[in-house]
């Protein structure tokens, strides 16, 4: 289960890309979009996220031509059963080809009506509708990680208040600024553990990796 400090720097890194890539596509909602990358990755620390940046939880389906994982997972295609099942998942290089390819996903038409739907309630109930996930309480389980962490703050980055090329530091006044003391503090706690012989190192070099150039260290 992620740590507080963990959901704050997964969230801090996710958002950004999801706003850049639902203002491409013409989205009019992104915070359904970042609670869903919360719930379905466990903020970044699922297998299918952490190795193959699959944040979303996307099948391969009929349309993938490109790299892929075969994942055991759970449907619940009768109400309150829940059923194991194996198969293929998308597979990505990197967190922002993941985000991408969530909004490249949504170009199916079955998903054409998510594009203008304005609230989380709306976007996440069409999306739902369409068939994206199984579980009777999706709608209401995602709703609460936007309240949880109050993602609505990242849709003012849809409609001009907030600049989003900006928006990790800008996104200090909903708590996601990771570059205060404290937050470093936090964020180098939840990191102690982690080793390269079972790949879990690698969080730390996404982390590194969002960095903008004018806060790397020097010499890098």
């Known amino acids: 289960m992620a740590t507080k400090a963990e959901c704050e720097v997964f969230i801090g ?5 999801c706003v850049k890539y639902a203002s491409a596509y ?6 359904g979009a970042v609670a869903m990358a919360c719930l379905e990755s466990g903020y970044g620390l ?28 759970m449907e619940e295609y009768t109400p309150g059963t829940l059923t194991p099942i194996s198969d293929d998942f998308r597979a990505y290089a990197d967190m922002e080809s993941g985000v991408r390819g969530y909004y490249d996903f949504l170009e ?3 998903y054409a009506n998510v594009r203008n739907q304005a609230t989380p309630e709306s976007y996440l109930q069409e999306i739902k509708s369409a068939g994206y996930a199984t ?34 530091q800008d996104a200090q006044k909903g708590g996601y600024n990771m570059y205060s003391r404290q937050k470093v503090v936090d964020y180098a706690n939840s990191q102690v553990g982690k080793k390269e ?15 903008p150039a004018n806060q790397l260290p020097r010499g890098t």
Not at 26 to 31: A, P, R
Not at 198 to 210: E, V
Request: glycine content about 8%; hydrophobic content about 30%; charged content about 20%.
């Open 26 to 31: 013409g989205y009019k909602n992104v915070s």
């Open 13 to 17: 890194k996710i958002a950004p890309l």
């Open 46 to 73: 699922s297998r299918l996220a952490a190795d193959y940046h699959n944040y979303f939880g996307m099948k391969c389906g009929t349309k993938w031509t490109g790299a892929s994982v075969n994942m055991r997972t």
């Open 197 to 211: 012989s079972d790949g879990s190192y690698k969080s730390i070099i996404d982390t590194y990796n969002t960095l």
């Open 135 to 168: 579980s009777s309480t999706y709608v209401r389980d995602v709703l609460a990680v936007v309240k949880a962490h109050n993602l609505t703050e990242w849709d003012k980055y849809l409609t001009g208040q907030g600049n989003a090329d900006t928006g990790q």
């Open 108 to 110: 199916l038409p079955r």
